[in-house]
Structure formats: C-alpha cells, structure tokens
C-alpha cells in the first residue's frame, strides 16, 4: 500500500491533444519529496500496482460535457477506467478543477481545465491481443482497418477475447506512454465471418462524432456479395422490411408477411459481373437491420454463397461450380419443408431455376424493383450501418476430399466501401478494402470456367 497526496500545482501535468495523448518522461514518483513520510489528513489510501507508473495529464471541458459531475467527466476520456476508480482518484486529491482539489460532488463546465493524476492502471481495459492489423488509414482520432474474416468485432458470448477490439488495444498501447489510455470505439460492426473496411474511433470526441453521423444517415457502405443465380437487372431496390424469423432453427432474421418486429429495410443493388450460375453484386444497404444484404438478396432468389442461414449450402466446394442455377426459391415463403438444407456440402438440384414460392411472387415482393440498364450505373447514395450480430461458434466444413476440395467455408459477403466526415477535421474521406482472398479465388475460378465454356448460341 502507498499513501497517496494530492498533486501539487508545479507538477506539470502532460496536456491533452484532441485525440491523442503525448508522449513524456514518467516521473520518478507521484508524491512531492516535500511531502514524503508526512500522514495526510483527509485523503483515502490507493493501492498502486509495482509495474504501472502514474501518468499526470490536464484535460478541457468540452461543451456537450457541460455540467457533468467529475468523475463522469473523466471516463469519457480515459475509458478503461471505471467511475467507481475515478471516485477513488478524486477521493485521493488526485483531480483539481482550475487550481482546487476536487471533490466526489464537483461539476466541470465547459473551458475549465481539469487536471488529474492516475496512480492506479485501468480496471476496465481490454485485455491486448497483439496480431497483425491491415491499416488503411490512421491519425490522432481514428483507424480504419481491413478486418479479416473469421474474427468478432468485440467480446461476446463464446468469444471472449481475441477480437478486433483486442487487437485494437494492443495496437494503441504501443502508441500511448501507458497501456490502457486509449480505448478503441466500436460505432459499427461487421459479422464475424464478413472480411472487410472498418472505422474505430480512439477518443470519446470522435466516437461521439462519428456515432451521430452514422444516426443520421451521413455514412456511406458498399458491399461486394458473390451470389447463386443470374441476376438479370443491372440494377434494383430492395424495399421489404426485415423481422425475426419465427420458425426457429437456423433461420434468423425473414422477410416474411409473419416476420417478428419487422421494420422498414432498403437495400440497393448493382451487378458487378455475370458468370455462369453465379453473379458478383455490389449491395448499399440504406438501413441498418441485422443481416440486411443476406437477407434481402435471399428473398429475391439469390442469396449469398456459402450463407449457412439463409443459402442452401454452408460451404462452397469445387463441385458446386458446376450446379449453375438461374435463381432459387426464396427461404422466407411457403412451407418449413421448403426450406434450404443448411450445413450440405452441394445445393440440391430440385431448387434450380424455380421462382420464388408462395407470397413471393405476390404483395410481399411490392417492394423488390429492378431495371435494366446498358452499364452498372453506380450510384452516391448516403447510407448507414448494417448492424451485424456475431454467430455462435464456429462451422465444421468437410474438407477431406482432396478430389473436391471446400473454396469458400464462411459467406461470400465483404465490405468493400466506406465513405465518411472525419468527426474531427470535417474533411471528406473514402475507402476501399480489396476484396478477401478466399472469395477473389472464386471469382477467378468462375472466370476461368466462363472462358473455357463454349459460346451459347441463340
């Protein structure tokens, strides 16, 4: 146990930038020499951990944190600290407003200068799982990073460590003078077995920046989906609102006139390329509903490969090439004995080149629209986040058969764009992640069957 002083006004604390903390000598210790060996008065004793140095820092109110009360002042910018170790620092005379040692009560407003010592490491921080990132940008305020598949966003559930947000936070506490000080952002979220482009915000201003732009609409998403069937238009507009399923089962989220809490669900659509049986699109979800593009473009007969809740098939194989349909039936309409075999290894060939079943062809496809066009047409539209949820657990994929080897085990779904306001800078930004490997190796394959196939002649 270390008895700890409040901090005095010649410490000179390591001011805050916006969006990044900067680097400084630690000092030899947090209490004053004059002090040492002297019992304090009023103050709480804190237990400081041997390997963890104290790091000092002064910090401005922000306007939108007018009026909060200190503590929750400061987990906004040091949030892998919880209120209750902030009470204690304060408790400690470890926090002064403009000068005076604050107390458990006190009220910062906006332009005061908040200085504060932390003598005790973060108690509610990530732990760091060091991995390679692929960085496409990164500044004092924000990343943007290529997430591979196969990884969750943040922990839940089965997963409780080894995620992005992991990740994250030991890329961050090789940049900070101690670990823990910054804390990555979560404003959006990708399925764990979707590759592709993803922002995180480092400090409280951003994340609140970017979070509201993402509540208005002002963020703009593309996703490149390899698709069974021909898609025929170039483009199209998805307009059914998405619920849950209330079957059960494998089947999540449904288009259907039953469908649990549906709400209103936009997808726009382009063909990228044609093959035979197959069609890579380019999707741009207008709403953020779970499984948005899965779902919507499964209800029109053409869902995502390799989609184990909504496509016939839980991994695409070499064979499967060569089972070349023009469309299948939707999963969402008719009768439970309609819908796909979840988890086979090849579609069953009774699906191929059927419309869609049931109500589908009727009032609960009024908002499917398509046109057909000479080019892609590529449209600017504004768009907000798809929300994704993380699935439990992983698939086990048959991959023995050295004759008929497993091309795609996870849905061939990627997150191609993102364009955005930097919540700081207000500049406009774009990016683009190329597209995942093991989805561009089944579209060379299909390009290559394509030019080998003989011409149909009409």
């Given at each position: ?52 140095q104290p790091f000092s820092a002064r910090l401005t109110v922000e306007a939108y944190l007018q009026g909060v009360r200190i503590d929750s002042f400061l987990v906004r910018h040091f949030r892998n600290y919880t209120p209750y170790r902030m009470q204690r620092l304060v408790r400690a005379g470890q926090v002064r407003v403009e000068g005076v040692v604050a ?216 064979s499967d090439l060569d089972w070349q349909p023009k469309r299948l039936a939707s999963p969402f309409f008719g009768r439970g004995d309609q819908l796909p075999t979840t988890g086979a290894s090849k579609p069953q060939p009774t699906l191929a080149d059927q419309p869609l079943a049931g109500p589908a062809s009727g009032p609960a496809q009024t908002g499917v ?90």
């Amino acid at each position: 146990m270390a008895t700890v002083f409040p901090p005095l006004t010649n410490q000179n604390p390591t001011p805050l930038r916006a969006g990044g903390y900067i680097r400084r000598s630690p000092s030899a210790s947090a209490v004053p020499s004059e002090l040492a060996g002297t019992a304090p008065p009023r103050y709480c004793r804190v237990q400081i951990m041997s390997e963890f140095q104290p790091f000092s820092a002064r910090l401005t109110v922000e306007a939108y944190l007018q009026g909060v009360r200190i503590d929750s002042f400061l987990v906004r910018h040091f949030r892998n600290y919880t209120p209750y170790r902030m009470q204690r620092l304060v408790r400690a005379g470890q926090v002064r407003v403009e000068g005076v040692v604050a107390e458990t009560h006190t009220r910062v407003y906006k332009g005061q200068q908040v200085s504060v010592v932390l003598l005790e490491p973060p108690d509610h921080m990530l732990p760091p799982d060091p991995r390679p990132l692929e960085v496409l940008f990164e500044d004092d305020w924000l990343i943007v990073v290529n997430k591979p598949a196969d990884l969750v966003v943040h922990p839940c559930g089965a997963y409780a460590s080894g995620s992005l947000a992991n990740a994250l936070q030991a890329h961050f506490d090789q940049q900070t003078e101690r670990p823990g000080l910054v804390r990555p952002g979560i404003v959006h979220r990708l399925d764990r077995l979707t590759s592709g482009v993803m922002v995180c915000p480092k400090d409280h201003l951003a994340h609140r920046h970017l979070g509201i732009s993402w509540e208005q609409g002002r963020v703009s998403k593309s996703y490149l989906a390899l698709v069974h069937g021909e898609v025929e238009a170039d483009k199209g507009d998805i307009n059914v609102p998405i619920g849950q399923w209330p079957g059960g089962g494998t089947i999540r989220m449904s288009v259907s006139t039953d469908a649990i809490e549906a709400r209103p669900s936009r997808t726009l659509y382009e063909v990228v390329e044609r093959f035979p049986g197959y069609t890579l699109v380019l999707a741009r979800p207008l709403t953020g509903r779970l499984h948005q593009i899965r779902v919507h473009l499964a209800s029109i007969g053409h869902p995502v490969l390799a989609d184990e809740f909504y496509g016939p098939s839980a991994a695409l194989h070499l064979s499967d090439l060569d089972w070349q349909p023009k469309r299948l039936a939707s999963p969402f309409f008719g009768r439970g004995d309609q819908l796909p075999t979840t988890g086979a290894s090849k579609p069953q060939p009774t699906l191929a080149d059927q419309p869609l079943a049931g109500p589908a062809s009727g009032p609960a496809q009024t908002g499917v629209t398509a046109e057909r066009t000479s080019g892609p047409g590529r449209s600017a539209a504004e768009l907000v986040d798809e929300t994704e949820e993380e699935e439990p657990g992983p698939r086990a994929v048959d991959d023995t058969d050295p004759l008929n080897p497993c091309l795609l085990n996870r849905q061939a779904l990627h997150a191609f764009g993102l364009r955005f306001m930097h919540p700081i800078t207000r500049i406009p930004l774009a990016f683009e992640a190329p597209l995942a490997a093991d989805i561009a190796h089944v579209v060379e394959r299909l390009r290559q069957r394509q030019a080998k196939s003989p011409p149909v002649l009409d």
